[in-house]
C-alpha cells in the first residue's frame, strides 16, 4: 500500500514537498516512481529512483526543478517541487516499479494521488 | 521525449472485441519488449492489466492479451463488459531511461 501527502495550494515560483508512505512491501527492494494527471489530460511520468537512491531519472520538462528521494529507513517516497508552474497542477501519484533492475515490468501498486495546485 | 501515439476514443458492444494500438519509435517500442497498459477508472488510481507486452499480472482477466509489432503495441479486450469501460494507457521504457506514456484511449461500452 501506498499513501501520498503533501499536496495543496502553492504560488507560481513555490514550492512543496510530496511525501508517499508504503506499507505491507519491503520499500528498500524496489525502484519507485511519481506520476501525475493534469485535471483533463492523461498520464505523466515524473521522476523514478533506484532501491539505494542513486541512480534518478526525470521527465525533462521538471529536470532541475524536482527532486526525487527516498529514506528507506521510513518507508517513504519524496518529491521536492520547486519553480513550481502553473502547468505542474495535477493529481500526483506514487508508484512501484517492478521487473527491475533487467527488465522494466510497469508499475503494480499505486497510491490514491495527492493534488497539487499552482495558482496565484 | 515525445508521447506514444493512441486513439483518442474507440468503442464496442458487450461482448465484443476491440484493440487499441500504441505507436512509439525504434527509441522505445521498437528496442524493448517494456511495454505496460494500465486501466484507468474517473477518479482512480491507475491499474496495471498488461506489462512486458504480454503478460498478465495476478489477477487480471484473460480477456485482457497484448501484442507488440516493431514499433506499435497493440490492448485488445474480448467479451467487453460495461465495467471495462475507462481510459487506457500504454508505457514504454526508452533508451533515455525514461518511462514515456500513452495520449490515453477512452474506451466505451
Known amino acids: 500500500q501506498l499513501v501520498e501527502s503533501g499536496g495543496g495550494l502553492v504560488q507560481p515560483g513555490g514550492s512543496l514537498r510530496l511525501s508517499c508512505v508504503a506499507s505491507?512491501?519491503?520499500?528498500?527492494?524496489?525502484?519507485m516512481a511519481w506520476v501525475r494527471q493534469a485535471p483533463g489530460k492523461g498520464l505523466e511520468w515524473v521522476a523514478n529512483?533506484?532501491?539505494?537512491?542513486?541512480?534518478?531519472n526525470y521527465v525533462d520538462s521538471v529536470e532541475g526543478r524536482f527532486t526525487i528521494s527516498r529514506d528507506n529507513a521510513k518507508n517513504s517516497l519524496y518529491l521536492q517541487m520547486t519553480s513550481l508552474r502553473a502547468e505542474d497542477k495535477a493529481v500526483y501519484y506514487c508508484?512501484?516499479?517492478?521487473?527491475?533492475?533487467?527488465?522494466?515490468?510497469?508499475?503494480?501498486?499505486w497510491g490514491q494521488g495527492t493534488t497539487v495546485t499552482v495558482s496565484s | 521525449q515525445s508521447a506514444l501515439t493512441q486513439p483518442a476514443s474507440v468503442s464496442g458492444s458487450p461482448g465484443q472485441s476491440i484493440t487499441i494500438s500504441c505507436t512509439g519509435t525504434s527509441s522505445d517500442i521498437g528496442t524493448y519488449d517494456h511495454v505496460s497498459w494500465y486501466q484507468v477508472l474517473p477518479g482512480k488510481a491507475p491499474k496495471l492489466v498488461i506489462y512486458a507486452v504480454a503478460n498478465r499480472p495476478s489477477g487480471i482477466s484473460n480477456r485482457f492479451s497484448g501484442s507488440k509489432s516493431g514499433n506499435t503495441a497493440s490492448l485488445t479486450i474480448s467479451g467487453l463488459r460495461t465495467d471495462d469501460e475507462a481510459a487506457y494507457y500504454c508505457s514504454s521504457y526508452s533508451t533515455t531511461s525514461k518511462i514515456i506514456f500513452g495520449g490515453g484511449t477512452e474506451l466505451t461500452v
Open positions: 505491507t512491501f519491503t520499500f528498500s527492494s524496489y525502484w
Open positions: 529512483i533506484n532501491e539505494d537512491g542513486r541512480t534518478k
Open positions: 508508484a512501484r516499479e517492478v521487473g527491475r533492475p533487467h527488465y522494466y515490468y510497469g508499475m503494480d501498486v
